[in-house]
């Protein structure tokens, strides 16, 4: 792959990620009217066998030992990293606030285009962090709400993944306000409001 399909390939994960807080409830699941097509379960398999051979090999070269478990549920394929002792090794793929986990998982979804010529929009997990954050981001999203319920007032919260904010739209939801997504890049935000 050339660096400029590369460059190109990635502008394209990106604007499908930013897209993803629309299309793709926190369970995995596609809303009724989401204009993503199903994708075939072979297909999904085929995507989590190939992320699978190349998070192994990268594991491999870091001399970081871990077990790859994939799962395919509602339309996506989930890689998890897991191992069964503290390993400083995958806490390192997390990295601070899940920065060096959103890239790994961006390279992961590059492999799979450059070996099957198709876009994935696989999730990756390393020793059950997404989980982890999901919880704090609930929190966040309830606090948020709080916040605006008893001032009136918007409340924008910090730059946050896609997956993320998905997460956080839903709560927000759930609980009766509005939530936009603002900003550009690495500074997308949500915007917590009444209205």
């Known amino acids: 792959m050339s660096a400029e399909s590369t460059e190109h390939a990635i502008s394209a994960e990106f604007d499908d990620e ?31 066998d190939v992320a699978a051979d190349y998070l192994e090999e990268l594991l491999d070269i870091a001399d970081i030992d871990g077990d790859i478990d994939i799962e395919v549920r509602n339309g996506r394929t ?12 995958l806490e390192s793929l997390v990295g601070r606030d899940g920065e060096v986990l959103e890239a790994l998982q961006e390279l992961t979804r590059l492999a799979v285009l450059s070996a099957t010529e198709n876009r994935s929009r696989l999730v990756l997990d390393i020793n059950g962090y997404r989980a982890d954050r999901a919880g704090d981001l609930q929190k966040i999203a309830e606090d948020a709400v709080t916040a605006v319920k008893e001032s009136g007032d918007a409340v ?21 306000l509005v939530s936009e997504s603002e900003g550009e890049g690495a500074d997308r935000h949500i915007v917590v409001s009444a209205d």
């Open 78 to 89: 989930y890689i998890s990293i897991v191992a069964e002792e503290e390993t400083a090794g």
């Open 156 to 176: 924008a919260l910090a730059p946050m993944s896609a997956y993320e904010r998905k997460i956080v739209h839903d709560v927000v939801a759930d609980l009766g």
């Open 18 to 48: 930013r897209n993803d807080a629309q299309e793709v409830s926190s369970d995995g699941s596609h809303d009724a009217d989401s204009p993503v097509k199903s994708v075939s379960a072979s297909r999904l398999e085929e995507e989590g």
